[in-house]
Each structure stands twice: as structure tokens, then as C-alpha cells.
């Protein structure tokens, strides 16, 4: 009942036979608990310690408890006061840390992570170790299996997922399967013809981008704790996302506000104003290049524009690109 409050299961058996009983001598305890006299008398020294019983003098000797309303009361305000002497010296260390950041060895500041189960550790590392936003670059090839990723699913009502996609990431059915299911959870997704690099960053904390990017970049990666190049690698993720074009991947049952484009077209909008030819668009929306010129001319009357360069720019003031 009291341990929470720091007593231990002695002091608290103790203290609740004296508020049961009454004031009591060590011996008398004794009985009562059904302790040691050793342990009684450790208890009692701890009561009196925390506030929470006083001794009257010789001969009798009692011990004699304080209310606990009255004693409880000291006891959490002298919990909170070491708290608060226990957080001060927290801010003390990270400043210490932070401090001494420029000085730390590049060992400390950069790990090189090796074989494809540790880069896939690296990945869950960086996600976990995110308390407001994980952001990240994505293209081919990948060191995960191609599938829903289960971190993301599981911290999607704690962490913002800010991706870019470059174009052919999503030739893969099952990375577009799982990109959609990462969409329709929260994941805030771009698409642009290309990235720099692939990438994933917790917040201001932690990074991970591949040595090398070829097929063997699933085998060896680079975890970047914070420092310039931290920094660096956050500045290089926010221009790709700034150049990127929203991307939309409603499901089929997703409702379409009257007025508005449908889901369909709103994804065949995505694709093409990302840089995809009519061709590479239809193959991915399954349509014939016909269908898409089709689609293409019906939302350029829609949106009342004369080009699509034109179309793209209503599509954006229209909101039909992004619903974020």
C-alpha cells in the first residue's frame, strides 16, 4: 500500500500495526508484526526518519505514530523535493554532454554497422529512439523485407513518418502495398524522381544512411549520433521534401468530398506531376496510355486549365495533390 511512497514492507507493516493498535514499545512491535527485533528496529529508525512516528522518552518508550494524512503529506513533499533535486542534476549532465559534444572522439560520434541483421537493427533503433518524427528517404535496394513495417505500425499514434519515395521504389507491388498501408495510418508521403541518398533520421538524435549505395548497401550502413553532419543530414532531407510532390494513396473505400476529384485520379494526378510518362503512369494505375490522355483532358476542363503544367498548379491551390 505504502511502498510506493518509499516505505519499505517492514516500515509499512510496522507503521499500520501502530495506526491499528495504537503507540506501542519495540517489544510490543515485535509481537504484533511478527518481525525480528533487528527488523523493528530498523523500521522504526526509518519511520522516524521519513516523519512519519516519534518516540516518547524513558522509561516508557513508546513509539508513537503520526496521523497520516499529516504524515503522508511530508513524506510525498519530501519525495518531490528529491525529484527535483534528481531532475536538476539531469539537466546538468545533458548540458555537461552537450558541452562536451565537440570534443568527443569521431568513434562516439559515428558507428559503422555491418551485415544485413544489423542494419535492420540499425533502422529499428533509429525508430524507437524517435519521440516526435522519424524521417525518411526511400529507394531501392532495401535492406528490410518487403512488408508492412511493423515498428511504424506500431509507434504511428506517437511519431509523425515524414517519406519521400523516389519513382521506381513503388515498381514493387509489395512496397506499394505496404507504402499504402503505411498511408492510410498517418504516414505523411512525397514522391520525387530521385534522392540523394537513402535515409532515415529520429528527430534531432539519430541517423542512418548506407556506405555504399549498390546492391550491397543492405550490408553495411552508417548511424550518425548528433553533431554537424546530423545536421546536415536534416537540412538535406527538408530540401528533398520541399522539391517533392505530395503523393495520395486513398483506398478504394475512402470517400470523396463532393466537388472533389476521385481517388483515382487524384493518384494518376500524384504520378505524373512526380515526373512519370502517360505509359509508366497507366502501367502503374493499370490504364491504357488512352485512358490516362483521357483522364488527363477531362480534370484539365475540370480545373479549367489550358496545359498540364497549368493543371499541376490548379491541382495544388485545389488541394488534390495532398490532404495534409
Known amino acids: 500500500m505504502l511502498e510506493s511512497a518509499g516505505l519499505s514492507a517492514a516500515e509499512e507493516s510496522t507503521y499500520l500495526a501502530l495506526l491499528r493498535h495504537g503507540a506501542a514499545t519495540v517489544d510490543q512491535l515485535v509481537r504484533r508484526t511478527g518481525r525480528t527485533a533487528t527488523q523493528v528496529s530498523r523500521a522504526v529508525t526509518g519511520l522516524g526518519r521519513k516523519g512519519m512516528v516519534h518516540r516518547t522518552p524513558p522509561p516508557h518508550g513508546l513509539v508513537v505514530p503520526v496521523p497520516p494524512d499529516e504524515a503522508i503529506d511530508q513524506l510525498i513533499q519530501r519525495r518531490h523535493s528529491e525529484l527535483d533535486r534528481v531532475r536538476e542534476a539531469a539537466h546538468t549532465l545533458a548540458a555537461q554532454t552537450r558541452d562536451r559534444t565537440a570534443g568527443r572522439r569521431t568513434g562516439e560520434l559515428i558507428e559503422i554497422v555491418q551485415g544485413q541483421a544489423s542494419v535492420q537493427r540499425a533502422f529499428d533503433r533509429v525508430q524507437r529512439v524517435a519521440r516526435t ?67 532515415a533520421v529520429a528527430d534531432h538524435t539519430l541517423a542512418l544512411l548506407p556506405l555504399v549505395w549498390t546492391d550491397a548497401a543492405q550490408d553495411a550502413a552508417v548511424l550518425v549520433h548528433p553533431c554537424a553532419l546530423l545536421d546536415a543530414l536534416v537540412a538535406l532531407f527538408e530540401g528533398v521534401w520541399a522539391a517533392a510532390t505530395p503523393l ?62 497549368q493543371l499541376g498548379w490548379r491541382a495544388h491551390e485545389r488541394g488534390w495533390l495532398s490532404k495534409t
Not at 502495398?177 to 524522381?193: N, S
Request: proline share 4%; hydrophobic share 40%; no cysteine.
Open 248 to 309: 495520395t494513396l486513398s483506398g478504394a473505400d475512402a470517400s470523396t468530398a463532393q466537388g472533389e476529384i476521385s481517388d483515382e485520379d487524384r493518384k494518376l494526378l500524384s504520378l505524373l506531376v512526380a515526373g512519370m510518362t502517360d505509359e509508366a503512369a497507366g502501367a502503374r494505375l493499370g490504364m491504357s496510355r488512352r485512358t490516362v490522355v483521357r483522364r488527363m483532358q477531362h480534370l484539365m476542363k475540370t480545373a479549367g486549365a489550358q496545359s498540364r503544367l
Open 133 to 199: 518524427e522519424v524521417r525518411q528517404l526511400v529507394a531501392p535496394p532495401y535492406a528490410a523485407a518487403k512488408q508492412v513495417n511493423s515498428v511504424q505500425m506500431e509507434r504511428a499514434s506517437q511519431v509523425t513518418y515524414r517519406v519521400v519515395y523516389t519513382i521506381d521504389s513503388l515498381d514493387d507491388p509489395a512496397i506499394l502495398a505496404a507504402t499504402t498501408e503505411h498511408v492510410r495510418t498517418g504516414e505523411l508521403a512525397r514522391l520525387a524522381p530521385t534522392v540523394p541518398t537513402k535515409l
